[in-house]
């Protein structure tokens, strides 16, 4: 063996000392060895902000990241804050992820986010809005309405929006009203003239009923918002009354639930807790930064909240309503460029030939890739003629999160119909999908299918399909393990793969999967998958274990993951153990990563990039080169405690060599993205990667989308002439 380079940085190897010992100590308790985990969330929703400050994204898309910003703060709020205020409450001070407790997790959560209100204010009021009018998309204030124009839209007031609103007066017998989880509300203080006295009342602004941009002529792309007519005509709502004072404010509720292990029955309980859901505890107010004295003690004291629970917006409270806007008929300069998902090759020419996707998958397993890849030529064709097969035994799906208009699950009842067994697992505890999936369940169980539940102490994540086929004098498995829900709209949106295969034992590994869920054991173990709770976690730090005994028998050994988050702290220490001992780690985490890049004599090694754009990141690939063998895994699974250690989740390796070359060229186009990347350093701020002088301008989402195009102009020439 050659003799290993001189360095005198800890961790790597030397003349003297190839193998240094790894760092003593790895506590991630400790601030200098891990981030904490929500502020790298906040880190992460502000990478979505600047994408909506980014002049090189359509005007339109812009609006969109605008209002995705504000979607996924408030889920954050709703969720992991109120979980913090939770602790709080519990008298819980310990510290924990990068030093802090909950308390100063809360402070230091609001020391970054309001900042970030007051930018996404500006960006709308200063760039964004004068941009839009430059385009004939004019949002504006009740002055500014031409005078000829001002009579129709206080008729049209008068016709469609006063009658829908109900003043809310606080005084003797009247309590203050309850205000329902992130409505937007006008706080008014009235004066009785006769009387001189002043009372508080609240009028919802009903923005579920009425766009939140009212078209100042009907037809017309010129928008007065609707709080700000709502506050001009407040006087048809208190008659004989003087209208002191208004401010726009909006609240913020805890949304989150917990089920008991020991449930009777799952269903009844999870429709309990969103009963219960619509009065959580108050998390968050939000305020115009303008707002008096009086107003904001009036809601601060009737809410129950306390000052670093208010966050005052120098602009437009809610921003989600922005998607009215990005959604305006026409305007086709100001978007993405259109695009239609191509079917995957393969699975063309079999339409083409008039073969059934059973036979494609016979000839060797098939990847998917959406959205550039269609989900409904691949996985609802896989469903449908799965239906309509009559050696077709048997049909098993987990559903996680799916839409109203999905064929897949009323696929199952059609089965059921052709006397086909069909299984289904419904998990109830998809955070805000509970009730749709208690919807689904509930026709599915009435049609015949076997429906699970899941099990009460545990989310079960794992996307699957299986297929049993009569073939010969036997059965063939048929599976489809993917990354991403079963879901139509978001296939179009999130970047996700899909696996099909008939191999021997995948199926049967997938077969035992359904069969501890629907039924009572406990597995020993898998043949090919690693399954969580009992067998991931484990098998994911072997082989960066692997790596690093590779490494230091001298033979090739890197490491590249890609997930959305990396959170899990024993994964963390085995990246920082692989790393010290020199194995080169590249990992693309799209959302929180706890792992501090960077750190001498821990993480040199390891290169932490996340990638934004067009579409969500939500691959999960993991691949181990070790000696001249290169392993890879795909699946439903982050590296998160949640995921490891209480979810049942799958991630299937992937054997077939045209599909893990698929899965690495995509891995190594997100590593060398440069346009649409940020690198993670060590102090915790993401750097926006650019081009080196001279360097070619990469964008994985943009290459793929052109190889897509590509396939499918060769495909049909005559078509795309």
């Known amino acids: 063996m050659s003799e290993a380079p001189v360095s005198d940085t800890y961790g790597t190897p030397t003349a003297e000392d190839p193998f240094p010992p790894p760092r003593e100590s790895l506590d991630l308790a400790d601030p200098e060895l891990s981030f904490n985990r929500e ?24 609006l969109k990241f605008a209002a995705i910003f504000t979607s996924n703060l408030d889920e954050f709020f709703m969720i992991r804050v109120a979980g913090l205020h939770d602790q709080v409450e519990a008298g819980i001070t310990e510290k924990r992820r990068a030093g802090l407790n909950p308390s100063e997790t809360i402070d230091a959560l609001r020391a970054t986010i309001q ?34 124009q001002r ?71 010129t928008f007065v918002r609707l709080e700000d ?76 909240v306390s000052e670093r629970q208010v966050y005052a917006i120098p602009g437009m409270l809610d921003m989600n309503d922005l998607w009215q ?20 090759p393969r699975l063309a020419e079999a339409e083409e030939d008039g073969r059934s996707i059973f036979s494609v998958i016979r000839d060797g397993d098939l990847l998917v890739h959406h959205p550039y890849e269609s989900f409904a030529t691949s996985v609802e064709r896989f469903v449908m003629e799965a239906v309509e097969d009559p050696d077709v035994l048997a049909i098993k799906q987990t559903v996680y999160r799916t839409s109203d208009d999905s064929p897949l699950v009323p696929s199952l009842i059609r089965a059921t119909e052709q006397g086909k067994q069909a299984v289904c697992l419904v998990e109830l505890k998809a955070r805000f999908d509970e009730q749709a999936n208690i919807t689904w369940g509930r026709k599915l169980e009435e049609s015949g299918v076997h429906v699970v539940y899941g099990l009460p102490n545990m989310k079960t994540h794992a996307k699957t399909l299986l297929v049993v086929r009569r073939e010969g004098d ?100 085995a990246l920082y153990l692989a790393s010290q001992a ?21 993480s040199e090694g390891i290169r932490v990039v996340s990638i934004l754009g067009r579409y969500l990141e939500h691959s999960r690939i993991y691949a181990f080169e070790i000696g001249e063998e290169t392993e890879v895994f795909i699946g439903s699974a982050d590296l998160m405690p949640r995921n490891l250690d209480n979810r049942v989740e799958l991630i299937t390796p992937v054997r ?14 997100c590593l060398a993205d440069n346009t649409a990347a940020w690198e993670l350093r060590r102090d915790g701020t993401w750097d926006r990667v650019v081009p080196g002088p001279g360097e070619e301008r990469r964008n994985v989402q943009r290459e793929l989308l052109a190889r897509a195009r590509a396939t499918e102009a060769e495909r049909t020439p005559s078509s795309s002439a």
Not at 42 to 61: G, K, S, T, W, Y
Not at 325 to 344: C, S, V, Y
Not at 499 to 522: H, I, P, Q
Request: charge should be negative; aromatic fraction near 6%; hydrophobic fraction near 40%.
């Open 39 to 62: 502020v790298s969330w906040v880190a992460f929703n502000d990478r979505v902000l600047q994408l909506a400050d980014d002049p090189a994204q359509p005007l339109l898309e812009r």
């Open 115 to 148: 900042p970030q209100l007051e930018r996404q204010a500006r960006l709308f009021d200063e760039r964004l809005r004068p941009e839009l009018a430059e385009h004939g998309i004019r949002v504006i204030g009740l002055a500014d309405v031409p005078p000829e």
């Open 151 to 221: 009579p129709a839209l206080s008729e049209r007031f008068k016709r469609q929006i006063l009658p829908v609103l109900t003043p809310l007066a606080v005084g003797l017998g009247r309590p203050f009203p309850y205000i329902s989880n992130l409505s937007l509300s006008l706080a008014v203080l009235v004066r009785d003239p006769k009387t001189d006295h002043t009372v508080f009342a609240r009028v919802k602004v009903p923005k579920e009923m009425i766009p939140r941009f009212v078209p100042v002529v009907e037809g017309e792309q």
């Open 229 to 304: 007519l709502i506050a001009d005509n407040l006087g048809a709502l208190f008659p004989g009354m003087e209208v002191v004072d208004r401010s726009v404010f909006r609240v913020t509720r805890d949304a989150d639930f917990e089920i008991s292990d020991e449930a009777d029955d799952l269903l009844e309980a999870v429709e309990a807790e969103l009963r219960r859901r619509p009065f959580g505890e108050v998390v968050r107010l939000e305020v115009e930064a303008g707002v008096s004295e009086r107003i904001r003690e009036e809601l601060i004291a009737a809410l129950g």
């Open 325 to 344: 806007l990005a959604g305006l008929p026409g305007h086709r300069g100001l978007r993405d460029e259109p695009f239609t998902p191509i079917t995957q």
């Open 474 to 573: 036997g059965v063939r498995r048929y599976v489809h393990i993917g990354t991403g829900n079963y879901h139509p709209k978001t296939a179009r949106l999130y970047t996700d793969f899909g696996l099909f295969s008939c191999d021997e034992r995948l199926g049967a590994d997938v077969a035992d999967m359904f069969n501890f869920l629907t039924g009572y054991g406990r597995p020993t173990g898998y043949r090919e998958v690693l399954v969580a709770p009992n067998f991931m976690l484990d098998g994911l730090v072997t082989r960066i274990e692997r790596a690093v005994e590779a490494h230091r028998a001298g033979e090739h050994a890197h490491i590249k993951l890609k997930m959305n988050a990396l959170v899990h702290p024993r994964v963390i220490e």
């Open 582 to 602: 020199g194995v080169p780690v590249d990992l693309n985490v799209r959302g929180i990563c706890c792992l501090v890049p960077g750190i001498p004599g821990v």
């Open 656 to 669: 077939d060599a045209g599909a893990k070359a698929e899965l690495l060229d995509t891995l190594e186009r």
